[in-house]
Structure formats: C-alpha cells, structure tokens
C-alpha cells in the first residue's frame, strides 16, 4: 500500500490556495458545528418528553382524582402514587438531559490559546492539538450522558403511557 502523499503532491483540482483553505475551513466546521447539533437535538428532544409527560399527568390526575371512578377504583388508592412514579422519573431523566453542561467552560483557556494564536510567533501544534483533543472528549462525554438520559426518559415515557393506558382501559370497562 503506498504511503499518503503530502498536499503539494496531489493533483491540483483547486483553482487556488485560497479555494483550498475556503473548503478546508467549511469541513472544519462542518466538524465542530456537528456535534453540537447532536446536542441541542438531545436537548429538544428532552424538551418534547417533558411536555409530553405534563400531558400525560392531567388525564391521569383527572381520571383519578375527579372521576367518578373514585370509589370504585379495581385496586386500592395506595397503589395510584406507583403510577405517577415513572411520570416523576420521565420529567427528571429529561432534566438532567437540558442540564448536563460542561464542568469546566474552559472561557480563560480557550481566550490564552487565541491570545498566543494572534501572537506572531504563534501556538505550538502539540499545544493546539491537545486543546482541540479536550474539547472533543468534553464534546463526546457530554453527548453521551445526554443520550444515556434520554434513553432512559424514552424508557420511561414507554412505561408511563402503557401504565396510563391500562389505568384508563380497566377504569373504562369496569
């Protein structure tokens, strides 16, 4: 297999330098601009369960505590706070999705780094490198708790309309 060719030694299919540097800087953010996305997606999405789950929780408060189901009810009353539980526990695992944020914003880090960029001399790559390199873990870490949250917000979404549905069915046909 031939080893990778260097940027002067591949086939000029770039009117110029500039060109190059335009579609180098468009990919580039194209990249960063990427994860982000997936982010705010998560957070919208959570937003969505959110209210969603509100709207699950009026039928269900409704039906229990002014039908006239009330005392009629298949089952004892002790056993209706089991099942505003996964309700409660859809709202917090949606929460803590909008609410995971960076420990460190890294504000002082990143204005140093620009400040040695403007600097004629420069930053060092190995420097440059590794900043880059701990903003993408920072990135992928925060995406990942995200989604482990939102997961279990679906999860329990799921479990919470199956338990209002079976609520509503047994109070409907009995």
Known sequence: MAAAASLSELPAIFESK??????????????????????????????????????????FFAVVALGKWKNDFPFPLWL??????PLLALVFCAAKVICTVPLQMEAIDTYM?????????????????????????????????KHRWLFAANLLFLASSFLTLVLLLVLVFM
């Open 18 to 59: 500039q060109s190059f540097e335009v579609i180098l800087q468009h990919w580039a953010k194209a990249r960063i601009d990427g994860p982000m996305q997936v982010i705010a997606r998560f957070d919208e999405a959570a937003k969505q369960l959110i209210a969603t789950g509100g709207l699950l929780q009026g039928p």
């Open 80 to 85: 209706v706070p089991l099942f505003f539980l």
């Open 113 to 145: 780094l620009m400040k040695r960029a403007a600097d004629p001399v420069g930053v060092d790559d190995k420097e440059l490198t590794k900043a880059v390199r701990g903003w993408c873990s920072t990135v992928d870490r925060i995406a990942l708790v």
